[in-house]
């Protein structure tokens, strides 16, 4: 029998389940633990976050993906700030990967996103997934880190034809994101003990974390 899959926003009740299966999917995958329940816990509360693009998937009715979208920008070199969009966490239950779940929550969101209007999304994410959705790295329409700096990770995406051109600055995320330690360690105790280990994973996430450059200097 085919499984069915149902996508639909998010709704208040689903808020703790959707944090432990944030938990779930991302603990030890890009460090010892994760930040990435709590960060979305802090997010939801902050004004930059977008309800309207705040969805989950079930799959035959359980719970199996979510995905969450804040405000964000570029900070444009000639002056001015450029909004545009920012996914993330996005989150599928361990035993419901590789089937094609995440994929299918990202097209979804992305072509509501694209509905409502918005022009463009820039994300922090390994360019070998997110490529298959159409994003391209941020050098190529010359965005860059806050510090100026371009990064292998920074894609962007239009959503509207042409909306990055001559649209050249600084990718800005929501101060949403910000979270530190203490704040994750705080809400992480809120969940049942879980073991902190070195992956695999975490290593390749290092390495992409690690490619930023200067046009002709990779540093």
Request: net charge negative.
């Amino acid at each position: 029998m085919r499984e069915q899959l149902t996508i639909r926003q998010e709704t208040e009740q689903d808020y703790r389940a959707v944090e432990e299966l944030t938990r779930e999917a991302f603990w030890n995958l890009n460090v010892p633990g994760c930040c990435e329940h709590a960060l979305l816990h802090k997010l939801r509360d902050h004004e930059d976050f977008i309800p309207e693009l705040d969805f989950v998937v079930e799959l035959d009715g359980v719970l199996a993906g979510h995905i969450a979208y804040s405000r964000a920008w570029i900070e444009r070199d000639g002056g001015g700030r450029f909004e545009i969009l920012c996914f993330g966490p996005v989150s599928v239950r361990p035993d419901c990967q590789g089937k094609g779940i995440g994929s299918t929550l990202i097209r979804h969101s992305l072509q509501k996103a694209k509905q409502e209007g918005y022009p463009a999304v820039c994300i922090l994410g390994d360019p070998g997934y997110y490529s298959r959705f159409g994003f391209h790295s941020g050098e190529r329409y010359d965005i860059r880190l806050a510090d100026g700096r371009y990064a292998v990770p920074l894609q962007a995406l239009e959503l509207q034809p042409g909306a990055l051109n001559g649209v050249t600055g600084r990718f800005i995320e929501s101060a949403g994101f910000e979270i530190t330690e203490a704040e994750t360690e705080r809400y992480d105790s809120t969940f049942p003990p879980k073991k902190k280990d070195e992956t695999e994973s975490q290593k390749r996430f290092q390495v992409l974390s690690g490619l930023i450059y200067s046009i002709g200097n990779f540093l």
